[in-house]
């Protein structure tokens, strides 16, 4: 089975997962402490004992019960109470830093104490009210219904509107437009802002898989986890909750996240071995202390004792950007046992060993596999080329096929951009006399002009919105080579692989995990005339490599969903509608690039957004590929191909396609 462990973990068949637990909010829980006479039994002892003469061992330290010997009943669960219908983190009390505990007790990380909102003076609220532009009429587009369980399609929905709103306050940040200090971390704004607005999902906590989100989805920010409820604390690495037994209440573990913070070993895909929370375990001066049995650690010995399945999400470091990191959620795993250990601190921590449920897809196994990979290309099974590009892109792209015997794709020349044969005269851009390299805010360059007075792309080289038409400094620019608004011209800078699909030919996927906004390719070929690809067409020409912007394409939003407010009175749904005077056509069919692999989807992940430049005095158009949302490795790159407009053409008919992309959107065919 897919995702194995190799290892039976199958909890008490006594369990009744059809009953729900009753659950309390989590700011009204208390924590349980152990009774004074096993508080001085915190001693160092292995897995599986045996302890020191003269110690009881107590649960959760005394070794397994012998397999003779059938376990102890589970306590039965009751159902869930639903918590306050928000749990947004207050202006001002946000924490600087998130993944770094997973304890209270690193709220002193900063240096200095928070400022509540109650102790900040009225000039200071004054302030914090006007750093951002909020639009306090914005109505969330999220139902009552799906605010407590959602679907796929509203996952993906807050998933982009907290990116969107993500970009654009740190964009305001860039350029100047805000008070200093906003987007420091505007990912905490863009969270709190969609909790407060209700544009949130999952807000009923549970225990197991959470509605809409899969195993293997990745996220870039702890506050994603949070308003997609997969996890719920935006700094704690446990998620627990009071439940009712029979008798009492007790905590109950539901999600973990592992992020490398602690003295955890996750090298291995199937099991993970946790260190506890709290006691400045993972520090190194005199303030280190013993881990306690309450809170977290309660609630993993209690989750160890019920044998309720517990979300695992692992935090690692992202390869294309070294000082982030990159949550991946690896699915349901349970607790097998627990004990005791000195960590490197010398203080005592408390280790819980979990084991991967079996059948689920893999997700951080995958990982895995890439590492080996990029160790060695040769290991990679179905490896026919290591690189496709023959040395044309600074970043080699491989050709893999595990499906059939095809050697590879039909002939064409890799060529990384665009044939023009005469230039794109329809969009006049204008070359900007910046020295170095342009800034944002720097009103008197003037590609920033062009562009609204936005600077297009912020820190990172992730685009900000989708534009009509986006402006990008070319080689007639005196800014340098360089500069941060040439992001499409810098060629391919990701690890990508072109594959053999196993109903659709041939299809593009990458190594690494990619950020919503990121820039993929261009679409390169040859520049063809609408006219003669109509008369190829009719000539019984075959190309299945054509690029069109007259054709119709499903509408979608990607920008800040209208939490902020607009300085134009412009709707602002407008600025995603292309502005393309005159239709460009290109043909990847004789030269092209990994574009040409990327198949068609009725819901794809990676859109296209017009971008021109200056070379030589003379404007082209160029068609660069981002990434709709965030896509984990070695995940299929789609896009929406479009459908042609005018169904009497006679070209019409042999270019539209049956649709074999297998989404719930699918619209049964396409335009080729």
Same mark, same amino acid.
């Given at each position: 089975?897919?995702?194995?462990?190799?290892?039976?973990?199958?909890?008490?068949?006594?369990?009744?997962?059809?009953?729900?637990?009753?659950?309390?909010?989590?700011?009204?829980?208390?924590?349980?402490?152990?009774?004074?006479?096993?508080?001085? %039994?915190?001693?160092?002892?292995?897995?599986?004992?045996?302890?020191?003469?003269?110690?009881?061992?107590?649960?959760?330290?005394?070794?397994?019960?012998?397999?003779?010997?059938?376990?102890?009943?589970?306590?039965?669960?009751?159902?869930?109470?639903?918590?306050?219908?928000?749990?947004?983190?207050?202006?001002?009390?946000?924490?600087?830093?998130?993944?770094?505990?997973?304890?209270?007790?690193?709220?002193?990380?900063?240096?200095?104490?928070?400022?509540?909102?109650?102790?900040?003076?009225?000039?200071?609220?004054?302030?914090?009210?006007?750093?951002? /532009? @909020?639009?306090?009429?914005?109505?969330?587009?999220?139902?009552?219904?799906?605010?407590?369980?959602?679907?796929?399609?509203?996952?993906?929905?807050?998933?982009?509107?907290?990116?969107?709103?993500?970009?654009?306050?740190?964009?305001?940040?860039? +350029?100047?437009?805000?008070?200093?200090?906003?987007?420091?971390?505007?990912?905490?704004?863009?969270?709190?802002?969609?909790?407060?607005?209700?544009?949130?999902?999952?807000?009923?906590?549970?225990?197991?898989?959470?509605?809409?989100?899969?195993?293997?989805?990745?996220?870039?920010?702890?506050?994603?986890?949070?308003?997609?409820?997969?996890?719920?604390?935006?700094?704690?690495?446990?998620?627990?909750?009071?439940?009712?037994?029979?008798?009492?209440?007790? /905590?109950?573990?539901? +999600?973990?996240?592992?992020?490398?913070?602690?003295?955890?070993?996750?090298?291995?895909?199937?099991?993970?071995?946790?260190?506890?929370?709290?006691?400045?375990?993972?520090?190194?001066?005199?303030?280190?202390?013993?881990?306690?049995?309450?809170?977290?650690?309660?609630?993993?010995?209690?989750?160890?004792?019920?044998?309720?399945?517990?979300?695992?999400?692992?935090?690692?470091?992202?390869?294309?950007?070294?000082?982030?990191?990159?949550? @991946?959620?690896?699915?349901?795993?349970?607790?097998?046992?627990?004990?005791?250990?000195?960590?490197?601190?010398?203080?005592?921590?408390?280790?819980?060993?979990?084991?991967?449920?079996?059948?689920?897809?893999?997700?951080?196994?995958?990982?895995?596999?890439?590492?080996?990979?990029?160790?060695?290309?040769?290991?990679?099974?179905?490896?026919?080329?290591?690189?496709?590009?023959?040395?044309?892109?600074?970043?080699? @792209?491989?050709?893999?096929?595990?499906?059939?015997?095809?050697?590879?794709?039909?002939? #064409?020349?890799?060529? /990384?951009?665009?044939?023009?044969?005469?230039?794109?005269?329809?969009?006049?851009?204008?070359?900007?006399?910046?020295?170095?390299?342009?800034?944002?805010?720097?009103?008197?360059?003037?590609? %920033?002009?062009?562009?609204?007075?936005?600077?297009?792309?912020?820190?990172?080289?992730?685009? @900000?919105?989708?534009?009509?038409?986006?402006?990008?400094?070319?080689?007639?620019?005196?800014?340098?080579?360089?500069?941060?608004?040439?992001?499409?011209?810098?060629?391919?800078?990701?690890?990508?692989?072109?594959?053999?699909?196993?109903?659709?030919?041939?299809?593009?996927?990458?190594?690494?995990?990619?950020?919503?906004?990121?820039?993929?390719?261009?679409?390169?070929?040859?520049?063809?005339?609408?006219?003669?690809?109509?008369?190829?067409?009719?000539?019984?020409?075959?190309?299945?490599?054509?690029?069109?912007?007259?054709?119709?394409?499903?509408? #979608?939003?990607?920008?800040?969903?209208?939490?902020?407010?607009?300085?134009? +009175?412009?709707?602002?749904?407008?600025?995603?509608?292309?502005?393309?005077?005159? /239709?460009?056509?290109?043909?990847?069919?004789? #030269?092209?690039?990994?574009?040409?692999?990327?198949?068609?989807?009725?819901?794809?992940?990676?859109?296209?957004?017009?971008?021109?430049?200056?070379?030589?005095?003379? +404007?082209?158009?160029?068609?660069?590929? #981002?990434?709709?949302?965030?896509?984990?490795?070695?995940?299929?790159?789609?896009?929406?191909?479009?459908?042609?407009?005018?169904?009497?053409?006679?070209?019409?008919?042999?270019?539209?396609?049956?649709?074999?992309?297998?989404?719930?959107?699918?619209?049964?065919?396409?335009?080729?």
């Amino acid at each position: 089975m897919q995702g194995g462990s190799g290892l039976n973990s199958v909890p008490p068949a006594s369990i009744d997962k059809t009953r729900v637990l009753d659950v309390k909010p989590l700011r009204s829980l208390k924590p349980i402490w152990p009774s004074p006479d096993q508080a001085p %039994n915190y001693v160092q002892a292995p897995p599986s004992g045996p302890f020191p003469a003269g110690y009881s061992p107590f649960y959760p330290f005394a070794s397994p019960p012998p397999a003779s010997q059938p376990p102890a009943a589970p306590t039965p669960l009751r159902s869930f109470r639903t918590p306050e219908p928000s749990t947004a983190v207050p202006n001002g009390d946000v924490e600087s830093s998130m993944d770094a505990s997973r304890g209270s007790d690193s709220r002193k990380r900063s240096g200095r104490p928070l400022r509540s909102a109650q102790k900040m003076t009225s000039a200071e609220r004054r302030s914090r009210a006007l750093e951002i /532009p @909020v639009n306090h009429n914005f109505v969330s587009p999220i139902s009552l219904v799906q605010r407590e369980d959602g679907n796929r399609e509203v996952v993906d929905l807050v998933m982009i509107a907290f990116d969107g709103l993500r970009r654009r306050l740190s964009q305001l940040e860039d +350029s100047g437009m805000t008070p200093s200090g906003l987007a420091k971390r505007a990912d905490l704004k863009a969270g709190n802002m969609l909790m407060t607005k209700m544009f949130r999902t999952n807000q009923r906590r549970r225990v197991g898989t959470v509605p809409g989100v899969e195993v293997g989805d990745i996220f870039f920010f702890r506050m994603e986890l949070c308003v997609l409820g997969l996890h719920a604390p935006s700094m704690a690495g446990i998620d627990y909750l009071n439940v009712k037994g029979e008798s009492d209440e007790d /905590p109950v573990a539901l +999600s973990i996240v592992s992020s490398g913070y602690y003295d955890d070993d996750a090298g291995d895909e199937n099991v993970l071995i946790y260190s506890g929370q709290g006691g400045g375990a993972n520090m190194v001066e005199k303030q280190a202390s013993d881990q306690k049995l309450e809170r977290g650690n309660l609630a993993l010995e209690r989750s160890l004792r019920r044998g309720n399945e517990v979300r695992v999400i692992r935090g690692m470091r992202d390869g294309v950007n070294l000082n982030s990191k990159v949550y @991946v959620y690896d699915g349901l795993y349970t607790i097998q046992e627990s004990w005791m250990q000195k960590g490197k601190s010398g203080a005592n921590i408390f280790k819980y060993k979990l084991v991967r449920v079996p059948g689920q897809s893999p997700a951080f196994g995958i990982w895995k596999s890439i590492e080996k990979w990029k160790e060695g290309v040769s290991t990679r099974a179905g490896l026919i080329n290591p690189d496709l590009t023959s040395g044309a892109e600074g970043t080699p @792209v491989t050709l893999v096929n595990d499906v059939d015997n095809e050697k590879a794709p039909g002939y #064409f020349t890799y060529f /990384p951009s665009l044939r023009y044969f005469k230039p794109y005269n329809a969009l006049s851009s204008s070359s900007c006399k910046c020295q170095s390299s342009c800034n944002p805010g720097d009103l008197n360059c003037s590609c %920033n002009q062009t562009n609204k007075g936005d600077f297009a792309y912020i820190g990172n080289g992730i685009l @900000v919105s989708r534009k009509p038409m986006l402006y990008e400094c070319g080689p007639s620019c005196q800014c340098f080579p360089g500069c941060k608004n040439r992001v499409s011209q810098s060629g391919l800078k990701l690890r990508l692989e072109v594959f053999k699909t196993k109903d659709r030919g041939w299809g593009l996927r990458s190594w690494d995990p990619i950020r919503a906004g990121t820039f993929i390719c261009e679409y390169a070929g040859e520049v063809i005339d609408k006219a003669r690809l109509k008369q190829r067409l009719q000539e019984g020409e075959k190309d299945d490599y054509v690029f069109d912007t007259s054709r119709v394409y499903q509408p #979608f939003k990607w920008n800040d969903p209208g939490l902020l407010e607009r300085d134009s +009175s412009d709707d602002p749904s407008a600025e995603e509608v292309y502005n393309i005077p005159s /239709p460009l056509v290109i043909s990847a069919k004789s #030269f092209g690039n990994v574009a040409r692999f990327m198949n068609h989807s009725c819901y794809p992940n990676v859109f296209w957004q017009p971008i021109i430049y200056e070379d030589n005095s003379q +404007s082209y158009m160029h068609i660069a590929f #981002f990434t709709l949302r965030h896509i984990p490795p070695m995940t299929e790159l789609t896009y929406d191909y479009g459908v042609v407009t005018n169904e009497g053409d006679v070209s019409s008919n042999l270019r539209k396609r049956k649709c074999l992309c297998g989404s719930s959107k699918c619209r049964g065919f396409f335009g080729l």
